[in-house]
Every structure is written in structure tokens, then in C-alpha cells.
């Protein structure tokens, strides 16, 4: 079985662009998260749904930032318009539980950089 | 919140020799640890994880063990190998069920 994939892998962007990131859950799981992941700050949970409806988006640095799950399987994470400070790694992680105390499975990660 | 502090941040052992990665938590709530080995260029991997009502769990060279009074919890990984080289990251979860991941461990096996 196909574990979480995400799309684009690497992007590069100039500052002010908007760019969004994608992520399609493990099949059969229900609870999506997305993180960042910087050397400064290490891993960071930004937003996380359960069964398509966001639960807490708490780590979400400002509104620049925004996260859907139009469906079961898939997600965007949106960043309008991006920052330098935005560069980092974004990865998502998908469950089957019904909030996030159980395992949570990364995909490969999207490396944002924003010039 | 929770707080979850890892120790050592680099961590160079001989191809052979035992590796052993501590870590600490605030919120006695908490009640799934699990460690992650990330990779290169990877997402974290799931590697071995435990819940509080188990003291000790073991998977071939890599076991965890758990003391919920004294909040802390490590990985031991024996034999170790070259492969073994990477971040691995501990994780409690807090009062809302939510990861609080550790700051990393880098560890190097040299052959």
C-alpha cells in the first residue's frame, strides 16, 4: 500500500508568490496533519483535521497560512503571499485514529525555499 | 503544554556498540511515546513506540523503555550499524492528543 505522498518535493518561489503544497492520505486513515520542520525550531504541528474538519489550527503562524481537505484523501496547505522566513520543510502525516494520540505516518516532505 | 526535552543532541558510537537516547516529559496526561528515525532528505519513520501501560518494548536490536513516575522514557538501539546513522526524534503526546516532538538526536555509527 501506498504510503503518504506529497507533492510538489521541492519548491522554489519568490517572495510574495503564493504557493500551495499537497498531501493525499494513507487509504483508510482519518486524521491529517501538517508540520514544519526547521533547524531552529524543529518539528512544528501547524493544523490538524479528523474526518475532514480542522480541530486545531493553533500552530498556524498567521493568516498567511490556510489548510483545506476538500475530501477523505487529500489535502492543501496554502501560504499567501510567502515570506523568506517561510522556507522550510513541510511534511504531512496521516492516522487512523479519531484524534492524534495515536501513530502518525510522514510523508517524504515538501522543501519550501522563498527568495 | 507539554515539554519534551531530548538528550544528547549528537550522539558518535562505534559500528557495534550500544546507542541510548533519553528523553523527559511535563504532562503526567500524556500516554503514547513513540521514536521516529529520519533520514536524509526523508520524513520521520516510525521506529518502535509504547503506551503507559507497558514499561519495556523491544523489536530486534532497537527496544524502549518507560518510567511514568519519573516522566522519562529512552531508545536503546544495540549491535549497532552504519544504517543506524540518522535523526531520531522521541514524541509525547499531550493533554489534547497532539505530538510534542524532541528536539532530535544526530547519531553517527562509525565503522
Known amino acids: 500500500d501506498a504510503g503518504v505522498i506529497q507533492s510538489p518535493r521541492h519548491e522554489v518561489t519568490e517572495m510574495g508568490q503564493e504557493v500551495t503544497l499537497r498531501c493525499k492520505l494513507i487509504?483508510?486513515?482519518?486524521?491529517l496533519f501538517w508540520y514544519r520542520q526547521t533547524m531552529m525550531r524543529g518539528l512544528e504541528l501547524l493544523i490538524y483535521?479528523?474526518?475532514?474538519?480542522?480541530?486545531?489550527d493553533s500552530g498556524m503562524p498567521e493568516d498567511r497560512f490556510s489548510a483545506k481537505m476538500p475530501n477523505a484523501s487529500f489535502s492543501t496547505l496554502k501560504i499567501q503571499p510567502s515570506e523568506p522566513r517561510d522556507s522550510a520543510v513541510y511534511f504531512c502525516a496521516s492516522s487512523s485514529s479519531t484524534g492524534g494520540t495515536d501513530t502518525q505516518y510522514f510523508g517524504p516532505g515538501t522543501r519550501l525555499t522563498v527568495l | 503544554g507539554e515539554n519534551v526535552e531530548q538528550h544528547p543532541s549528537t550522539l558518535s558510537v562505534q559500528e557495534g556498540d550500544s546507542a541510548v537516547i533519553k528523553c523527559t516529559y511535563s504532562d503526567s496526561a500524556s500516554n503514547y511515546f513513540p521514536w521516529y528515525k529520519q533520514e536524509l532528505g526523508k520524513g520521520p519513520q516510525l521506529i518502535i513506540d509504547?503506551?503507559?501501560?507497558?514499561g519495556e518494548k523491544k523489536d530486534q536490536r532497537i527496544a524502549v523503555t518507560l518510567n511514568k513516575t519519573a516522566k522519562h522514557f529512552s531508545l536503546h538501539i544495540t549491535e549497532t550499524q552504519p544504517e543506524d546513522s540518522a535523526v531520531y526524534f522521541c514524541?509525547?503526546?499531550?493533554?489534547?492528543?497532539?505530538?510534542?516532538f524532541g528536539a532530535g538526536t544526530q547519531v553517527v555509527v562509525t565503522p
Open positions: 483535521f479528523n474526518n475532514n474538519v480542522p480541530i486545531d
Open positions: 509504547i503506551r503507559s501501560n507497558v
Open positions: 514524541a509525547a503526546t499531550d493533554s489534547w492528543g497532539k505530538f510534542q
Open positions: 487509504s483508510g486513515h482519518n486524521s
